[in-house]
């Protein structure tokens, strides 16, 4: 969603690297690019203004002038102002101290409200509660009925006694599901409500008669991120008209700018509290502003990343995993391969994971042109191998990769390729886990071409004298070093370099061993 945004303030920042100090020109010149990229992000003109301020002010303070690194502090300051108008911290649900939590969903139609209900619902039970999804949205057709659908899939019951498509009283039956939770022991109400336009007064008035029906803990106002600049109108028609404590944003995986989400909670004062970036049920969490602020600037979010890992990730798998690759579990074979891989799938595209590591912005267009269904194609190359095959890969001869190729219907090159890679990945991962250091990079520990480059001596064997003996680059040592040589040879060869020791009879000590005749001339 943010691309375009951090594509021009990775531009702007690019500028100011390799200057030791920042002019007022430099100044000036950065806060006119940040202000064009916002402005092009769809941010809202006032919030523009006030970052744009803010970030020329500090930029011209004590901070930046005194700093070893003048670009990477204004990209420190530039990253701070975002986390302010994002929200600033992350703002947390608040729980009713007695009886059930109630939440309550309005926004516009189509902003996403019936769909998000659910993940919200997922998202609650895995915290450990027990939530009621309500059908309040008797309006839209079929939308009681969409709700139910999730509900079953989320695993949610859901409370809908009127069948919507435009009967039934949504504040009766909001009423009515707060007893519902109360009887059947759920701990959250999550109250579904029509969507409506902001110039709807019939309408809003309805969510305003819901909320004071059932005087919910916390509103949610559910806006779709790709608006633009209409967000913040719409956030204050509903601001004014119903209330809400808190922002939710949908389809953050969407081309748009991503101006809403930078605009509403400066504009409104309320926090952007969750976001929903997939069409999955289980592609929603927490709205962390610190974290959005750094995928903006192209620092990944790699906590968001070990999060989401930790959840879909077997610990038990990976230690045995860890144990193979270090040794100590046997060897790690291709059927470990395929477990690592479809516990990496549960983490959702691979895309999505690499673009939240730091950098990955300037492989933005291979990530986007990257082909999901690779993946499928080495699990049926893997499949179609036998047990043994899998468990030994070594024994994929020639005819055994035909076999496989013609299994699977891919070529005999994608399988050999496919157990290359293997091959060498297994190497690099074995030698990483024993504390080897990545192979082939020199200067790191336990790697081959630590001396130097190709065609080059190690450091070691650098000048050296006749008959391969080390000679010392100072002239003082060299010629100690000469005489001692001059001495030894003097002593007839003891190896022991002892002058006043007496030369070896290399003849007479062949005579006294008995050794074959002429076999002294092997001992001089």
């Known amino acids: 969603m943010f691309a375009t945004l951090s594509d021009r303030l990775a531009d702007t920042f690019k500028n100011l690297r390799g200057k030791g100090r920042l002019s007022e020109a430099d100044i000036d010149a950065t806060a006119r690019e940040i202000r064009i990229a ?11 203004k006030e ?13 930046v002038s005194g700093a070893l690194n003048p670009a990477q502090q204004v990209v420190k300051i530039v990253h701070e102002e975002l986390v302010g108008i994002l929200g600033g911290e992350t703002r947390r649900l608040r729980y009713a101290k007695t009886g059930p939590t109630v939440i309550m969903l309005a926004g516009l139609q189509g902003a996403g409200k019936t769909t998000l209900a659910a993940k919200l ?26 709700l139910q659908v999730n509900g079953e899939r989320v695993g949610v019951p859901v409370f ?5 498509n435009g009967v039934g009283d949504p504040v009766s039956v909001a009423r009515a599901s707060i007893e519902e939770a109360k009887r059947k022991l759920h701990d959250v109400v999550i109250v579904d409500t029509a969507g409506r336009l902001g110039v709807d007064a019939e309408l809003m008035q309805q969510a305003a008669d819901i909320r004071d029906a059932v005087q919910p803990d916390e509103v949610l106002f559910v806006v779709d991120a790709m608006i633009g600049q209409d967000a913040v109108t719409t956030a204050q028609a509903f601001l004014e008209g119903v209330g809400y404590d808190a922002v939710v944003l949908t389809k953050l995986d969407g081309d ?8 509403i ?12 970036n997939g069409e999955k049920l289980t592609d929603f969490d927490l709205f962390h502003p610190d974290r959005m602020a750094s995928r903006i600037l192209d620092m990944g979010d790699v906590l968001t990343l070990i999060e989401q890992a930790e959840k879909a990730f077997d610990a038990e798998q990976a230690m045995k995993a860890a144990d193979k690759l270090s040794g100590k579990g046997g060897e790690f074979t291709l059927v470990d391969f395929l477990e690592q891989m479809q516990q990496v799938r549960k983490l959702g595209s691979m895309s999505k994971i690499m673009g939240m590591l730091p950098g990955m912005g300037q492989f933005r267009d291979q990530l986007e042109n990257f082909d999901e269904r690779e993946i499928d194609r080495i699990q049926a190359i893997i499949y179609s191998m036998t047990p043994a095959e899998r468990q030994n890969p070594k024994m994929i001869d020639g005819s055994r990769r035909q076999r496989i190729a013609k299994g699977c219907g891919r070529t005999v090159t994608d399988v050999n390729q496919l157990v290359d890679r293997f091959f060498e990945a297994r190497k690099m991962m074995t030698q990483l886990a024993r504390g080897g250091g990545m192979p082939g990079m020199p200067g790191m520990p336990g790697m081959p071409g630590m001396g130097g480059g190709k065609g080059r001596k190690p450091k070691q064997q650098q000048k050296k004298g006749k008959g391969g003996k080390r000679v010392s680059g100072n ?6 070093e000469k005489e001692a040589a001059k001495e030894k040879a003097a002593a007839g060869g003891n190896p022991f370099g002892n002058p006043g020791a007496e030369p070896v009879d290399y003849e007479k000590a062949a005579a006294e061993l008995n050794l074959p005749k002429d076999f002294s001339k092997f001992l001089k």
């Open 475 to 480: 002239p003082a040592k060299a010629a100690q």
């Open 160 to 164: 809908a006694p009127e069948p919507g």
């Open 38 to 48: 916002l402005l092009e992000a769809d941010v809202a003109l006032p919030v523009v």
């Open 256 to 263: 748009a700018r991503g101006g809403a989400a930078l605009s």
């Open 265 to 276: 909670a400066s504009i409104t004062g309320r926090p952007v509290m969750f976001a929903s």
């Open 121 to 146: 619902a997922l998202w609650l039970k895995e915290q450990g509660k027990t939530p009621l999804l309500v059908a309040c949205d008797l309006q839209r057709p079929n939308a009681v009925n969409q």
């Open 51 to 63: 970052f744009v301020a803010a970030v020329k002010e500090r930029a011209r303070g004590e901070e």
